[in-house]
């Protein structure tokens, strides 16, 4: 008996380490596989830390517009101004003048606007998505303003920049920044009616506001509240990219705190899609995951 037990102990073992080397393998593989994909680019790997965080000393809206304008000068000398030649083409958003230029419109719409009202009837809070900027919300600004609303269409942290913002952003700072636009808005309006349209993450962020209101009330309620297919619904599978990106930072892989890595040719969008951008809506939107 003693025979077999032993026998079955080092079999056990045994398939513990073949379990651990396949593993190891499959890792390996991913790995490889993930770095095979096209080099980062300066957009994707760039330090613009004039950004809005918790931490950073802003106090008001107004502080934080005027920190969105240092934050647009240093995407102006630290990508514009220093992309390779080989970037410098029609089609890159990031090369100035070229197609796809944001700066070749009247308006920039990759920043937070506000579409002031004499006397106002509402005000409106727009909260773009994920990887998006104000300029996919505009179109229902412009209309509500034209019927008296107070609109802001605010550009969340990590935005309407560069794609290197998606891998430090997080989901407080995109709920502290919600939290200064609503306090202005409510500011704006005299106690009249006050919505948030959020789509995609903006929706997660606009339920986030009104639940915590439900639990402080020192902070302005809104009345409405308008979810642009909202995500809300964030499969569980997502908390693996937390992984994937410490993977990368252990191994010294850039690459794999990236989803995708994509040519930027959108004006108001990015292409690429950090693996960050993915944990953090997972952790808005999952109740308890915040600590992970």
């Known amino acids: ?16 380490y073949g379990s651990l080397g396949g593993l190891v393998a499959v890792v390996a593989v991913f790995v490889l596989h993930m770095e095979r994909r096209p080099d980062l680019k300066i957009w994707h790997t760039a330090d ?16 934080y517009l005027t ?12 990508v514009y101004e220093r992309l390779r030649p080989e970037d410098r083409h029609r089609l890159n958003r990031f090369s100035k003048n070229s197609l796809s230029d944001p700066k070749r419109w ?18 409106v809070l727009l909260v773009h998505g994920m990887s998006d900027s104000p300029y996919s919300l505009r179109t229902i600004g412009l209309r509500l303003n034209a019927e008296g609303v107070w609109v802001v269409g605010l550009r ?11 891998v430090r952003v997080t989901w407080e700072d995109m709920a502290a920044a919600v939290l200064l636009a609503v306090r202005h808005l409510y500011e704006k309006i005299d106690e009249r009616p ?24 020192h902070l302005p309620k809104i009345d409405r509240l308008v979810l642009v297919s909202p995500s809300i619904g964030v499969t569980p599978i997502a908390v ?33 899609f950090a ?18």
Do not use: C
């Open 1 to 16: 008996m003693k025979a077999i037990a032993h026998i079955a102990k080092i079999t056990a073992r045994l398939l513990g």
């Open 48 to 63: 613009l830390d004039a950004e809005f965080t918790t931490d950073a000393p802003v106090r008001s809206f107004k502080d």
């Open 67 to 78: 920190l969105e304008d240092r934050l647009f000068d240093q995407l102006e000398k630290r």
């Open 106 to 123: 009247p308006t920039n719409w990759n920043r937070t606007f506000e579409l002031p009202s004499e006397s106002p009837t509402a005000g």
């Open 156 to 166: 969340l942290p990590g935005h309407g920049t560069a794609p290197a913002g998606l």
């Open 194 to 217: 006050l919505a948030i349209v959020g789509y995609s993450t903006g929706g997660a962020l606009g339920v986030h506001y009104a639940l915590t209101t439900l639990k402080d009330p």
């Open 240 to 272: 693996l990219a937390s992984w994937q990106a410490r993977l990368g930072r252990l191994l010294g892989a850039d690459k794999l705190a990236w989803n995708s890595i994509l040519p930027e040719y959108d004006p108001f969008k990015y292409g690429s």
């Open 275 to 292: 693996v960050n951008a993915g944990a953090q809506v997972y952790r808005l939107t999952i109740p308890g995951s915040s600590h992970n």
